[in-house]
């Protein structure tokens, strides 16, 4: 079965960290380009971060460089997104993503979405 199966959010306070983990089944991550995007209450899906096919670049959204790190373990075909000095404003549902898009911080191309995992980061 192909599925991204996520894990790792929940509450936190404001400077805090936390770590999700997308892990792959049915597909080798190594394969694709690789992004997580997060939805806040009433707002659209934004890209947070990403690594390209191309030379697997990184790629992050302004409000997050320095904070967040993505990475990916090809050996556990997993998916990781490092977070901290988190802040109020990051409270939002994150989903890890792979595929083949044009720009992998925009969410059109991706193939294969995970079932996504809350944050919620407050005091």
């Known amino acids: 079965q192909v599925q ?11 400077g805090g960290s936390l770590r999700l983990s997308c892990a ?8 694709y380009a690789i992004g997580w995007f997060r939805q806040a209450p009433g707002k659209e899906r934004e890209g947070v971060s990403c690594i390209s096919t191309s030379y697997s670049s990184t790629f ?7 904070r967040f790190t993505i990475s990916r373990d ?3 075909n997993t998916m990781y997104l ?23 911080l925009l969410q059109y191309g991706y193939g294969y979405w995970g ?4 944050v919620a980061v407050s005091s």
């Open 60 to 66: 992050y959204a302004d409000s997050v460089k320095g």
């Open 82 to 104: 490092q977070m901290n000095s988190l802040k109020p404003e990051d409270t939002a549902v994150y989903y890890c993503a792979a595929g083949w898009p044009t720009l992998c």
């Open 4 to 14: 991204l199966v996520e894990s790792g959010g929940g509450l936190v306070q404001p």
């Open 115 to 118: 079932q996504g995992t809350q």
């Open 74 to 76: 090809n050996a556990k």
């Open 24 to 31: 792959a089944s049915g597909f080798t991550l190594d394969y």
